[in-house]
DNA sequence: TTCTCAATTTCGTGG
DNA sequence: CCACGAAGTTGAGAA
């Protein structure tokens, strides 16, 4: 924690004139220096970055180092106010819920959820134009687009489905889509009907349910 | 500093168990809790966060809320190795270059960076599915529309750029794509010439040099 | 508010 | 290593 000035040159170019900010350094080269506010770092350097000290007319000078891409970050400190140094234990595990993922992974564990019948055959498979979330296959062997979202569908998630389905129908016209989320914008709902698309219905809640009880067994 | 757990719900959810941390709280109400090692914070609140703290079975619980939307951050410390409280002053000017806008100055300074006899007409023109980076007429008198980026293109990039060449090429269908960007990836360089689309290599350093040579006049 | 897009995006995943 | 897409993306700018 002190005054400094910062300059930065790699990617893009930034300059920073004096001012009181703190700065972390990590152990695995990540460093993070933060105006008195916002959530963003002014400046920083990922992990992986060389780290180098020494002093210069009286300040102390931080240099970052990186390569691939190559950048440097500067910072002159002409002021310390605190320094803090030490290790920190933790190797704890951190658990992420309610993510498209957890949807994609329960429609596969149990496809019913969707509708009977339905046998996916694909998670994120690839695609010239892009990525559809999951392909299926139906009860009467019609291959079913799905495209995932966590939140309301929009509009634009519609159209995104369209673009995958409307180049499987080249070359098979039963090709279906079925955009799966908690709920349908009303414009979205218009634009599904007209391009003979489908809506189901899923929340998040009931996935996290099925995965939990898959991790179980 | 010190070891903590922490709870997150709101967009999404989170859990975190018992670790030496460290917690950012700005006078704005960003808060950010990083673990050892990384850039990112594990878990963080941005400004406009409401803070409130208290002790409960001897631990000492910070939590952030927020509205719109609904979020909430619970980070309980049962033990502490430091607390640091303080001001800090800080008015500087940050100063950013070699943006996108960089590039596009140049070439509305300069058109010839793209090819003889191009006529700039306007930049971030509005478009009802988004915005046009500039929009300009060649020597020949036809639409160019040109899509600018500051790092090599991607597949996404020409696909974005064909939602509006195609629109204009529905009133016009001399109209003209073309990407600008210092390289381009191989997938997009065919996506190009499958949409009858063209590149034109520039790279930021040209721009910068006509960008500053313009301001010395 | 909403939409749209840039970002030193970062991060993970798959080829 | 590239290429692609998600992200609690964040942030800025305009309607």
Redesign the interface.
Known sequence: ?GSC?VSYKG????????????L?I???G?C?L??????KP?N????GTVIRTHAEDGALVIEGLRRTPREVLRIEFTAL??I?S??????????????ERVMQRAIFLRPQLIEEGLKPLKIEKEHP?GYIDILAVDREGREVILEVKRNEATKRDALQMYKYVSEYRLTNPAARGVLVAPSLSKEAQLLLSQLNLEFKRLRLEECERVVAGADEE
Do not use: N
Request: net charge positive; hydrophobic share 40%; proline share 4%.
């Open positions: 924690m000035a990617r893009a170019a930034s300059t920073l004139g004096e001012g009181e900010r703190i972390i990590k152990s695995d990540a993070l933060h105006r008195p506010y916002g959530y002014v920083w350097q990922p992990a106010k605190t803090l030490g290790s920190l234990e933790d190797s704890a595990q951190f658990a992420m819920y309610a993510t134009r």
